[in-house]
T-cell receptor, first 110, second 113 residues
């Protein structure tokens, strides 16, 4: 079964501290993984996709197939990073269907 | 360019009624997907349309249905509303059939009383 697990509902860090938002997945094939972010009163928006291997707003995420993980990392948190973060998985084939994790609320304290 | 537009933004309905929600994708996007977001269940996939064809359906009862028109606009319908249908319904669009990420709308907040 396809499943995405985000074990932390809330992650609170101080400004300047490193951030790691955990995401583990369950999928038998080769998944595509995404991170979406939702800032307060804004719509859900795409942050990262593993296939691009890009860094957005200082965030990076590496797909680890051995550990079935796709953790989101940032070396130095900023207050404007405070938001809800969702990890999502898309299975193979011609589909845009995403399986989302339950989300982690990142709170960056001044 | 205009984003994904969902109407109405808010809706209050009574149990047993039916409701229709609308989604206008970004111009040129042919794929539209719908999600239900609740505090308890998070984001759950409802269905996906591409070029007027339903390609995928989530694990929801038959009371939930949808369609896509030739201009890519999509509607979803929920019949015989239940209290548990209260949620934020999100629509997302993308260009192609297996695209690298959606653009989401702001959602329709449905409250069933």
């Amino acid at each position: 079964a396809q499943r995405v697990t985000q074990p932390e509902k809330l992650l609170s860090v101080f400004k300047g501290a490193p951030v790691e938002l955990k995401c583990n997945y369950s999928y038998s094939g080769s998944p595509e993984l995404f991170w979406y972010v939702q800032y307060s009163r804004q719509r859900l928006q795409l942050l990262l996709r593993h296939i691009s291997r890009e860094s957005i707003k200082g965030f990076t995420a590496d797909l680890n197939k051995g550990e079935t993980s796709f953790h989101l990392k940032k070396p130095f948190a900023q207050e404007e990073d405070s938001a809800m973060y969702y990890c999502a998985l898309r299975g193979g084939g011609a589909t845009n269907k995403l399986i989302f994790g339950t989300g982690t609320l990142l709170a960056v304290q001044p | 360019k205009a984003g994904v537009t969902q109407t109405p933004r808010y809706l209050i309905k009574t149990r047993g009624q039916q409701v229709t929600l609308s989604c206008s994708p970004i111009s040129g996007h042919r794929s539209v997907s719908w999600y239900q977001q609740t505090p308890g269940q998070g984001l759950q996939f409802l269905f996906e349309y591409f070029s007027e064809t339903q390609r995928n359906k989530g694990n929801f009862p038959g009371r939930f249905s949808g369609r896509q028109f030739s201009n890519s606009r999509s509607e979803m319908n929920v019949s015989t509303l239940e209290l548990g249908d209260s949620a934020l319904y999100l629509c997302a669009s993308s260009v192609g059939s297996a695209d690298y990420g959606y653009t989401f709308g702001s959602g329709t907040r449905l409250t069933v009383v």
